[in-house]
């Protein structure tokens, strides 16, 4: 390389200045992109395995490195680009993956995470994570690795699973999971053939290009959230799968004009009457809803038409919120003096709505006018009050009863939970009683597993999702594992007595056979 005139590096052969002098180069994603497909493709797939693992997200890993720690031979079909990406997104980067207090009642079926669960699941994942060389630290009740860091769980999770022997071939696509048949009905060595697309493939984007199949004695499914329609043909019972802890999409209202702003706030969920969830602790106020820790737990009890009201002040009572705003008690409110308790521009913004006597239809400080409308508009938006004629039961009769009416309950309509790709959980999946809780096996279909986000469970936020994907894993991984080694121990005496079966019968009237001397 030589030095251009402006001190850039200039290649001396091949290439073409752009008009600003600086050389074009290809994006380092795509550079990454190739850079992650041709390690893929240098992975190399053996035929038969005893344990295969659909998914190599957390689950995944946990599920496979324990099968193999068990003697199994293991492999790790993981679509994406390298196995345990989905760990790096986790807790903002930062992977908040367990909670002291962890418990079964945190989870929507907590009869069969008890059971999974077992007399201390935080005491097994420390022990595990322990041994990984992982060390952490507690903010609250949550624990995070010490570099806080995804990264760091990631990595000591793929380097235990390399050093248990698993192969981790990422990139391949699981298509079709089938009961393999041998010569004497199913196959007790080779229980299943999970067919597979290798996505590296120069051909995999034509029909049926870079298809590729293996077969394995036990299956463990850890494929995360979403519906894994490569198991239709096993004939499983599932739960139809929607988006969970992820930001909540609400109707159209002046609060656009807030978005990105933070609040430390008390979440309360009303369903048509009395409130039915409520929760305190930081809210992103976006355009399109609202975001943040809160919100996302809000996502898994909230619906389409449901009213959600946000308290901004939750440590101030009425009464002391009321002292600050009007504090001569005339009925008005002196702009500004929120300023010191909230974020001005979210401040500024109630006052200017205040004043316009600005609330969403239905909420608990808006009664309906004399009219009898008490409706949002026909196109869904929300409305200004201002100018409705009668007067209306439990409405602000002042500017200090609108501005503290919205700061203590700050109305929202629900639309509905945001797309799926921008959750972190996804409510659904195959049904719970169709595996056992002791072995997270199959009772239809013998030799298949499945753990984590495969199975209809979920939490809110805190690391119990987490912590359910390396419980599950661990417990589906070793029984995978000694599934596999009975069934080979099996085939061994099967095919011994098979050999001595097939073996002529001695003849007593032949002639007995000496040695050439």
């Not at 903002?92 to 669960?117: H, I, K, T, W």
């Not at 007595?497 to 007593?508: F, G, K, L, R």
Request: aromatic share 4%; proline share 6%; glycine share 12%.
């Amino acid at each position: 390389m030589q030095k251009s005139p402006h001190g850039t590096s200039q290649a001396r052969h091949g290439t073409s200045r752009t008009p600003h002098g600086k050389q074009p180069h290809r994006s380092s994603r795509a550079e990454l992109r190739e850079g992650q497909l041709l390690a893929a493709a240098q992975v190399d797939v053996a035929g038969c395995y005893d344990v295969a693992v659909i998914g190599g997200g957390a689950a995944g890993l946990v599920a496979a490195t324990a099968a193999a720690e068990g003697g199994a031979r293991v492999v790790v079909l993981d679509r994406s680009l390298e196995c345990g990406r989905t760990i790096l997104a986790t807790g903002n980067g930062r992977c908040n993956f367990s909670n002291v207090g962890l418990e079964a009642s945190r989870y929507n079926d907590p009869d069969f995470v008890a059971a999974v669960f077992g007399a201390d699941p935080l005491a097994d994942i420390l022990g595990f994570f322990g041994d990984c060389g992982l060390r952490w630290d507690l903010e609250g009740d949550r624990l995070y690795p010490l570099s806080r860091q995804a990264s760091s769980v990631r990595s000591v999770l793929i380097a235990r699973a390399r050093a248990a022997g698993v192969t981790l071939a990422a990139a391949r696509e699981v298509e079709r999971v089938e009961r393999s048949v041998g010569p004497a009905g199913p196959s007790a060595r080779c229980g299943f053939t999970v067919a597979y697309r290798e996505l590296f493939s120069a051909e995999s984007d034509m029909s049926g290009g870079g298809a590729a199949s293996l077969h394995a004695t036990c299956v463990i499914v850890a494929t995360g959230g979403g519906t894994c329609r490569a198991l239709d043909a096993l004939g499983l019972a599932s739960t139809p799968t929607r988006p969970v802890l992820c930001p909540v999409a609400c109707e159209d209202s002046p609060l656009a004009a807030l978005d990105g702003r933070r609040a430390h706030v008390r979440v309360q969920l009303s369903k048509g009457g009395p409130p039915v969830w409520q929760e305190r602790g930081e809210v992103l106020l976006r355009s399109y809803g609202l975001s943040g820790i809160v919100s996302f737990d809000l996502s898994r009890h909230a619906g389409a038409g449901d009213l959600v009201e946000i308290d901004l002040v939750p440590d101030l009572a009425e009464a002391e919120l009321r002292a600050m705003i009007d504090p001569t008690a005339c009925g008005d409110f002196v702009e500004g003096h929120l300023d010191g308790t909230l974020d001005p521009v979210i401040a500024h913004t109630l006052e200017v709505l205040a004043r316009e006597r600005w609330t969403l239809p239905g909420s608990s400080r808006h009664a309906g006018d004399s009219r009898g409308d008490d409706g949002p508009h026909r196109d869904g938006s929300l409305r200004h009050d201002a100018g409705l004629a009668g007067p209306r039961p439990n409405a602000p009769q002042s500017d200090a009863d609108a501005l503290l009416a919205l700061v203590k309950a700050l109305p929202f309509r629900v639309v509905g939970n945001c797309e799926e790709r921008g959750a972190q959980v996804t409510r659904g999946g195959l049904q719970n009683d169709q595996f056992s809780a002791e072995s997270m096996e199959s009772a239809q279909v013998p030799g298949l597993f499945a753990c984590g986000e495969a199975l209809d469970v979920d939490a809110g936020c805190g690391g119990f999702n987490l912590s359910w994907a390396w419980k599950s894993g661990l417990v589906a991984g070793a029984a995978a594992g000694m599934a596999a080694s009975r069934a080979t121990a099996m085939s061994g005496t099967a095919a011994d007595d098979a050999d001595v079966a097939a073996a002529p019968a001695p003849n007593p009237d032949a002639t007995p056979s000496h040695p050439q001397g």
